[in-house]
């Protein structure tokens, strides 16, 4: 458990959200289709399914979401009385470029994000948002197969660009890629790479490793790119990375479940923060690569772009840890992107995440040792199903997540960890990735909608949304 509640003078307190787990409005005013608008619905027991040419058989959760497209004033207003620093947030790129290759942007796309922006400014929160969160445009998706072409570095730096000039005067701290790393597992090919995996489950049936690294090599390319541009026209913006943490100790003491836990760090955790801040590949990949047949097709100048690029801050994701062993064969435990193996010393949420508030202590401690650059938690929550009585939400099973959590990037802070925000993921209620339902709740706002699409879309405040309010208003003293 914590000891302490301390936090930086100035700590960004918010909550996090992605453009196509809430804004619905899926085709209108001139937006185009995303990789997550042809996600079909699933649950715990039934895998979503990529389903491109639309299937009347099939539920598309992104289509209406939860109606941010026409809540966001109320949904921001109750931010601002929750007292939120920041917000972090992504735009969504087919509303901006329809087919992500057009010459000239979609003008309602653009005037519906200033708009959000000028609402965050009226209560003076800082947004953060994520350039491409798992929504990359269908048509590139199709035309390309996803990130494995080059070609689409020069679509997504001509948006990035275009979005960073528009909204730079009211957006200091820009993410370039969501979870980048989702691309060193097999679950991250449509996600992250957006190859489209056509009406079949979203785990590819072949080893897809060759391409998903080139994939993400060229997103490292892209990130740097635009970081640099960033860098060289607005010296006041941040430029992050960001990633899935995904914390994974050894089963045992064994040293060889100690070495494996350390390659899967490398790969899974360290490679793209390693390229991303430090600027080169690193050394341990080359073997990877060797071992795994991957042979990534880079051109001369790459290295140069990548070293020129590098980001100023780091992003992650928080949600559990898992363990793992190369001795002993263990009951599997479940997460979102990336499984493991069961922790007898943990316990998990409904959905088999295992709940783990010392690991982020842990975790925040390891980036800062290695990368000295300042830290945002910009998604840590608790996935749960939630009961209304009588208009509220009792929500105590989340607040105690929040609250060891929190707690525990306190401690952190305390060992010395320059950790910048803090933003809640789901802060309302929106559709969950890896299961596209509603009943997967996050927030500390309810909406009032449905797996089965019924519901009237209010908004109510949970127990939590009261209990963080008061977080913040007293700087994370009462916890
Ligand atoms: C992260 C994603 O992987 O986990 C979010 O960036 C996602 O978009 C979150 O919603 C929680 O996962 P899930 O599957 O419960 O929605």
Redesign the pocket.
């Known amino acids: 458990r914590y000891k302490t509640t301390a936090f930086p003078k100035g700590f960004l307190w918010g909550g996090a959200t ?1 453009a196509s ?1 809430i804004e619905g409005s899926w085709n209108t005013d001139g937006k185009g289709i995303s990789i997550a608008d042809v996600l079909t619905k699933g649950s715990k027991t039934t895998e979503r399914v990529c389903s491109s040419n639309l299937n009347k058989k099939y539920e598309y959760p992104s289509h209406d979401a939860i109606r941010f497209y026409d809540y966001y004033k109320e949904d921001i207003k109750l931010f601002a009385e929750a007292g939120f620093k920041c917000y972090r947030m992504s735009i969504s790129w087919t509303r901006i470029f329809p087919n992500g290759d057009e010459e000239e942007a979609n003008k309602e796309g653009i005037e519906f994000y200033r708009n959000i922006f000028e609402e965050c400014r009226n209560y003076n929160i800082e947004p953060i948002v994520t350039i491409s ?2 929504e990359m445009p269908l048509y590139l998706s199709k035309k390309y197969n996803g990130w494995t072409d080059r070609k689409v570095i020069d679509c997504y730096v001509k948006y990035a660009k275009y979005i960073i000039d528009k909204f730079h005067s009211y957006v200091k701290y820009w993410i370039t890629f ?2 980048i790393n989702c691309l060193t597992i097999p679950l991250g090919t449509v996600y992250g790479g957006g190859m489209l995996l056509d009406e079949k489950a979203l785990l590819p049936e072949k080893n897809n490793a060759e391409e998903r690294f080139q994939c993400l090599h060229h997103q490292f390319l892209a990130s740097a790119v635009v970081s640099q541009y960033t860098h060289e026209e607005y010296s006041d913006i941040k430029i992050g990375c960001m990633i ?1 943490y995904y914390c994974t100790y050894p089963y045992s003491c064994h040293p060889e479940d100690m070495l494996l836990a350390q390659k899967h760090h490398q790969v899974h955790n360290l490679f793209c923060l390693d390229v991303q801040i430090k600027g080169k590949y690193p050394s341990y990949i080359d073997r990877y690569f060797k071992e795994n047949g991957i042979k990534v097709k880079v051109d001369k100048s790459d290295k140069d772009i990548l070293k020129k690029g590098t980001v100023d801050f780091c992003g992650i ?1 928080y ?1 559990f840890s898992n363990c793992i062993s190369a001795t002993t064969s263990l009951e599997p435990a479940m997460g ?2 990336m499984k493991g193996s069961k922790n007898p010393y943990l316990k998990n949420s409904e959905w088999g995440w295992q709940i783990d508030p010392v690991g982020l202590r842990y975790t925040l401690n390891d980036i800062y040792d290695r990368y000295n650059v300042p830290i945002m938690v910009l ?1 840590n929550g608790l ?1 749960a199903r939630d009961t209304i009585e009588q208009n509220s939400v009792h929500d105590e099973y989340r607040i105690e997540y929040l609250r060891e959590h929190i707690g525990s990037i306190s401690e952190a802070y305390n060992d010395g960890v320059d950790v910048i925000a803090y933003t809640i ?2 802060c309302i209620d929106l559709i ?4 596209g339902e509603m009943s ?1 709740r996050y927030g500390i706002i309810y909406v009032d909608k449905n797996d089965d699409d019924t519901g009237t879309y209010k908004r109510i405040k949970k127990d939590s949304f009261y209990w963080y309010k008061n977080v913040i208003v007293s700087n994370g003293e009462h916890l």
């Open positions: 992605s787990q969160h798992y969501n979870e899935a994701s949600y979102n992107l998604e996935g993921w789901g969950s990735v890896s299961t997967k």
